[in-house]
Nanobody
Framework: QVQLVESGGGLLQDGDSLSLSCAVLGRTFTSTTASWFPQVPGKAREFVAGASYNGGVTHYASSVRGRFTISGDDAKSTVYLQANNLKHEETAVYYC???????????????????WGQGTQVTVSS
């Protein structure tokens, strides 16, 4: 059974930085990429960044490119998200998702992901 465990959320102010991590337990050989999808209350989850666990492939939404950095640690089955210069409107529950289809590509659509974590709250006050 695959489980994703996110950590690192918290209460911040405009312009602050934050590091999130997502550990994948029970990962199989087909599990090759993971992504972050923040969800604002009342809205759908939205892709911001994804990477292969070996760090060879990364992809970002245009809204975060240059401010967020995603990285992977294959040996630890963990994906990290470094978020800099956070904005109030980026307050959301940040979900990590795993794509277990043995593909070394990052997909931005949430319905292409197989496993999801419980989410971690990130609150940015203005």
């Amino acid at each position: 059974q695959v489980q994703l465990v996110e950590s690192g959320g918290g209460l911040l102010q405009d312009g602050d930085s934050l590091s999130l991590s997502c550990a994948v337990l029970g990962r199989t050989f087909t599990s090759t990429t993971a992504s972050w999808f923040p969800q604002v209350p009342g809205k759908a989850r939205e892709f911001v960044a994804g990477a292969s666990y070996n760090g060879g492939v990364t992809h970002y939404a245009s809204s975060v490119r240059g401010r967020f950095t995603i990285s992977g640690d294959d040996a630890k089955s963990t994906v990290y998200l470094q978020a800099n210069n956070l904005k109030h409107e980026e307050t959301a529950v940040y979900y990590c998702a795993d794509r277990s289809q043995n593909l070394q590509t990052v997909n931005t659509q949430e319905d292409r992901y197989d496993y999801w974590g419980q989410g971690t709250q990130v609150t940015v006050s203005s």
